[in-house]
Protein backbone atom coordinates (compact mmCIF):
# COMPACT_ATOMS: atom_id res chain seq x y z
CA UNK A 1 0.00 0.00 0.00
CA UNK A 2 1.39 3.36 -1.15
CA UNK A 3 2.17 6.08 1.49
CA UNK A 4 2.55 9.89 0.38
CA UNK A 5 4.77 12.08 2.23
CA UNK A 6 4.12 15.84 1.29
CA UNK A 7 6.71 18.63 2.50
CA UNK A 8 5.89 22.42 2.10
CA UNK A 9 8.55 24.25 -0.23
CA UNK A 10 8.26 27.50 1.82
CA UNK A 11 8.44 25.32 5.24
CA UNK A 12 11.67 23.74 4.04
CA UNK A 13 13.83 26.80 2.55
CA UNK A 14 11.47 29.67 3.64
CA UNK A 15 9.45 31.90 1.38
CA UNK A 16 10.62 32.04 -2.14
CA UNK A 17 10.97 35.87 -4.60
CA UNK A 18 9.14 35.97 -7.87
CA UNK A 19 12.20 34.93 -9.73
CA UNK A 20 12.80 31.54 -7.46
CA UNK A 21 9.18 30.90 -7.91
CA UNK A 22 10.02 30.28 -11.88
CA UNK A 23 12.53 27.86 -11.50
CA UNK A 24 11.18 25.66 -8.05
CA UNK A 25 9.99 23.46 -10.54
CA UNK A 26 13.10 22.64 -12.40
CA UNK A 27 14.64 22.59 -9.08
CA UNK A 28 12.62 20.53 -7.32
CA UNK A 29 13.10 18.09 -9.75
CA UNK A 30 16.77 18.30 -9.85
CA UNK A 31 16.38 18.17 -5.95
CA UNK A 32 14.26 14.97 -5.78
CA UNK A 33 16.47 13.16 -8.40
CA UNK A 34 19.47 13.64 -5.86
CA UNK A 35 16.86 12.69 -2.73
CA UNK A 36 16.34 9.37 -4.63
CA UNK A 37 19.76 8.18 -4.70
CA UNK A 38 20.63 9.19 -1.31
CA UNK A 39 17.26 7.66 -0.07
CA UNK A 40 18.15 4.07 -1.61
CA UNK A 41 21.97 4.46 -0.07
CA UNK A 42 20.40 4.76 3.16
CA UNK A 43 18.12 1.86 2.83
CA UNK A 44 20.45 -0.29 1.93
CA UNK A 45 22.77 0.54 5.28
CA UNK A 46 19.58 -0.02 7.73
CA UNK A 47 19.41 -3.67 5.66
CA UNK A 48 23.20 -4.10 6.60
CA UNK A 49 22.33 -2.99 10.25
CA UNK A 50 19.24 -4.53 11.29
CA UNK A 51 19.17 -7.85 9.46
CA UNK A 52 21.85 -10.85 9.65
CA UNK A 53 23.71 -11.40 6.80
CA UNK A 54 21.32 -10.21 3.79
CA UNK A 55 22.00 -11.41 1.18
CA UNK A 56 23.21 -8.72 -2.29
CA UNK A 57 19.66 -9.38 -3.79
CA UNK A 58 18.41 -7.91 -0.64
CA UNK A 59 20.23 -5.41 -0.54
CA UNK A 60 20.19 -3.64 -3.87
CA UNK A 61 16.28 -4.11 -3.89
CA UNK A 62 16.00 -0.18 -2.80
CA UNK A 63 14.56 1.40 -6.21
CA UNK A 64 13.28 4.39 -7.54
CA UNK A 65 11.53 5.73 -10.45
CA UNK A 66 13.90 8.36 -12.51
CA UNK A 67 10.69 9.75 -13.44
CA UNK A 68 9.59 12.67 -11.45
CA UNK A 69 6.35 13.76 -12.26
CA UNK A 70 4.43 16.67 -10.44
CA UNK A 71 7.40 17.57 -8.00
CA UNK A 72 6.94 13.70 -6.72
CA UNK A 73 9.43 10.81 -6.08
CA UNK A 74 8.35 7.47 -5.74
CA UNK A 75 10.52 4.99 -3.71
CA UNK A 76 9.87 1.35 -3.47
CA UNK A 77 11.63 -2.10 -3.04
CA UNK A 78 11.97 -4.60 -5.55
CA UNK A 79 8.73 -6.08 -7.25
CA UNK A 80 10.46 -8.61 -9.40
CA UNK A 81 12.31 -11.71 -9.37
CA UNK A 82 12.49 -14.79 -11.00
CA UNK A 83 10.03 -17.52 -9.79
CA UNK A 84 8.26 -14.61 -7.76
CA UNK A 85 10.18 -13.93 -4.34
CA UNK A 86 10.64 -10.50 -4.76
CA UNK A 87 11.65 -8.34 -1.94
CA UNK A 88 8.70 -6.77 -1.82
CA UNK A 89 7.08 -9.39 -0.73
CA UNK A 90 9.00 -11.28 1.46
CA UNK A 91 10.18 -8.17 3.29
CA UNK A 92 6.91 -6.23 3.48
CA UNK A 93 5.75 -8.52 6.82
CA UNK A 94 9.18 -6.98 8.92
CA UNK A 95 9.15 -3.79 7.53
CA UNK A 96 7.21 -0.35 8.18
CA UNK A 97 6.31 -0.09 5.06
CA UNK A 98 2.44 0.55 5.59
CA UNK A 99 2.50 -0.31 9.09
CA UNK A 100 4.07 -0.94 12.48
CA UNK A 101 3.80 -3.94 14.50
CA UNK A 102 4.68 -7.65 13.95
CA UNK A 103 3.07 -9.63 10.83
CA UNK A 104 2.34 -13.12 9.68
CA UNK A 105 5.56 -13.98 7.67
CA UNK A 106 6.03 -14.62 4.18
CA UNK A 107 4.52 -17.60 2.74
CA UNK A 108 7.31 -19.19 0.98
CA UNK A 109 8.13 -20.06 -2.28
CA UNK A 110 8.63 -23.90 -1.08
CA UNK A 111 5.00 -23.95 0.95
CA UNK A 112 3.79 -22.64 -1.97
CA UNK A 113 5.14 -25.49 -4.39
CA UNK A 114 3.97 -28.04 -1.85
CA UNK A 115 0.73 -26.92 -1.89
CA UNK A 116 0.74 -26.68 -5.53
CA UNK A 117 1.56 -30.07 -5.56
CA UNK A 118 -0.98 -31.39 -3.20
CA UNK A 119 0.87 -32.43 -0.17
CA UNK A 120 -0.33 -30.40 2.07
CA UNK A 121 -3.75 -28.00 2.51
CA UNK A 122 -3.75 -23.89 2.57
CA UNK A 123 -3.22 -24.37 6.68
CA UNK A 124 0.16 -25.59 6.86
CA UNK A 125 3.34 -23.96 6.66
CA UNK A 126 6.23 -25.15 5.92
CA UNK A 127 9.19 -24.24 8.28
CA UNK A 128 13.24 -25.81 7.82
CA UNK A 129 14.53 -27.32 11.34
CA UNK A 130 17.52 -25.85 11.40
CA UNK A 131 18.35 -27.11 14.87
CA UNK A 132 19.47 -30.18 13.46
CA UNK A 133 22.29 -31.10 11.11
CA UNK A 134 20.79 -32.66 8.03
CA UNK A 135 19.74 -29.28 6.93
CA UNK A 136 22.61 -27.20 5.22
CA UNK A 137 22.43 -23.79 5.29
CA UNK A 138 25.19 -20.87 2.93
CA UNK A 139 27.55 -18.46 4.51
CA UNK A 140 24.17 -16.04 4.80
CA UNK A 141 22.59 -18.38 7.10
CA UNK A 142 19.74 -19.75 4.60
CA UNK A 143 19.14 -22.55 3.00
CA UNK A 144 20.27 -23.61 -0.51
CA UNK A 145 17.53 -23.55 -3.17
CA UNK A 146 19.43 -26.42 -4.10
CA UNK A 147 18.15 -28.25 -0.99
CA UNK A 148 14.18 -26.96 -1.56
CA UNK A 149 14.13 -28.17 -5.26
CA UNK A 150 16.33 -31.47 -4.25
CA UNK A 151 13.47 -31.64 -1.41
CA UNK A 152 10.96 -31.31 -3.73
CA UNK A 153 12.01 -33.36 -6.52
CA UNK A 154 12.45 -36.30 -3.58
CA UNK A 155 8.58 -35.84 -2.53
CA UNK A 156 7.48 -36.04 -6.17
CA UNK A 157 8.99 -39.15 -7.09
CA UNK A 158 7.73 -40.68 -3.75
CA UNK A 159 3.81 -39.54 -4.32
CA UNK A 160 4.89 -41.31 -7.75
CA UNK A 161 6.00 -44.62 -5.79
CA UNK A 162 9.48 -44.40 -7.31
CA UNK A 163 12.95 -43.99 -6.16
CA UNK A 164 14.16 -40.64 -5.37
CA UNK A 165 16.59 -38.93 -7.84
CA UNK A 166 20.26 -38.94 -6.70
CA UNK A 167 21.07 -36.13 -5.84
CA UNK A 168 24.41 -34.40 -3.78
CA UNK A 169 21.99 -34.84 -0.90
CA UNK A 170 20.77 -38.24 -1.46
CA UNK A 171 18.27 -40.14 0.33
CA UNK A 172 14.31 -40.49 0.45
CA UNK A 173 11.83 -38.19 1.13
CA UNK A 174 8.05 -38.17 2.58
CA UNK A 175 5.83 -35.92 4.37
CA UNK A 176 3.17 -36.38 7.43
CA UNK A 177 0.84 -35.72 6.37
CA UNK A 178 0.71 -36.36 2.46
CA UNK A 179 -2.75 -35.53 1.11
CA UNK A 180 -1.82 -37.89 -1.88
CA UNK A 181 -1.88 -41.10 0.05
CA UNK A 182 -4.98 -42.98 1.86
CA UNK A 183 -6.92 -41.51 4.63
CA UNK A 184 -5.78 -44.73 6.63
CA UNK A 185 -1.97 -44.31 6.14
CA UNK A 186 -2.48 -40.90 6.88
CA UNK A 187 -3.89 -41.66 10.08
CA UNK A 188 -1.52 -44.74 11.09
CA UNK A 189 1.77 -42.30 11.33
CA UNK A 190 3.28 -41.38 14.53
CA UNK A 191 5.45 -39.31 13.51
CA UNK A 192 5.15 -35.44 13.82
CA UNK A 193 3.83 -33.36 11.33
CA UNK A 194 6.80 -32.36 8.80
CA UNK A 195 9.29 -33.44 6.29
CA UNK A 196 11.82 -36.66 6.59
CA UNK A 197 14.69 -37.99 4.89
CA UNK A 198 16.16 -41.61 5.06
CA UNK A 199 19.35 -42.09 4.00
CA UNK A 200 21.74 -44.65 5.27
CA UNK A 201 19.52 -46.01 7.45
CA UNK A 202 18.73 -42.83 9.68
CA UNK A 203 15.50 -40.73 9.36
CA UNK A 204 16.39 -36.89 9.35
CA UNK A 205 13.75 -34.26 10.25
CA UNK A 206 13.76 -31.63 7.83
CA UNK A 207 10.95 -29.36 8.01
CA UNK A 208 8.42 -28.83 10.35
CA UNK A 209 4.89 -27.91 9.56
CA UNK A 210 3.18 -24.84 11.24
CA UNK A 211 -0.60 -24.74 11.51
CA UNK A 212 -0.44 -21.36 11.64
CA UNK A 213 2.07 -18.64 9.48
CA UNK A 214 4.58 -17.56 11.88
CA UNK A 215 4.45 -13.92 13.76
CA UNK A 216 7.72 -11.84 12.89
CA UNK A 217 8.77 -9.07 14.25
CA UNK A 218 9.05 -5.71 13.16
CA UNK A 219 12.85 -4.67 12.09
CA UNK A 220 12.89 -3.11 9.22
CA UNK A 221 12.17 1.10 9.82
CA UNK A 222 11.11 1.41 5.72
CA UNK A 223 8.98 4.48 6.53
CA UNK A 224 10.76 6.11 9.00
CA UNK A 225 13.99 6.06 6.99
CA UNK A 226 12.37 7.28 4.22
CA UNK A 227 10.40 9.64 6.04
CA UNK A 228 13.37 11.26 8.80
CA UNK A 229 16.17 11.07 5.73
CA UNK A 230 13.30 13.01 3.44
CA UNK A 231 13.07 15.77 6.09
CA UNK A 232 16.63 16.22 6.49
CA UNK A 233 18.38 16.22 3.02
CA UNK A 234 15.80 17.73 0.67
CA UNK A 235 16.25 21.51 2.02
CA UNK A 236 19.75 21.29 1.65
CA UNK A 237 19.20 19.89 -1.91
CA UNK A 238 16.61 22.33 -3.26
CA UNK A 239 18.88 25.31 -2.12
CA UNK A 240 21.64 24.05 -3.93
CA UNK A 241 19.70 22.94 -6.78
CA UNK A 242 17.78 26.35 -6.99
CA UNK A 243 20.99 28.29 -6.47
CA UNK A 244 22.28 26.12 -9.75
CA UNK A 245 18.70 27.20 -11.77
CA UNK A 246 19.35 31.24 -10.78
CA UNK A 247 23.14 31.26 -11.86
Same mark, same amino acid.
Given at each position: ?20 A ?8 ? &? %? @?? #? $? ?16 ? /? ?18 L ?26 A??K ?8 ? &? %? @?? #? $? ?16 ? /?T ?58 ? @?V ?39 L ?9
Amino acid at each position: MARTIEFNVDELIGRLNVFQATQIKYAGKQ &A %L @RR #L $GYELQGKLRDEMARVFDR /PVPFTLSSPRRDPEITDLTLRIFLNPDSPGGQSPSRYLYPVSTEDVAGAKPAYTTRFTR &A %L @RH #L $GIIDSSYYAVPWLDGRAV /PTNNYGNVPASFYSGVLRGLVRHGAKGPSPSSKYGGQYMSVPDRRVGPALRRTSSLKPGIY @RVKARQLDFLFGYARRPPIVPTVFDYRGVVTRNTAQLLPTLLSQELAKAMR
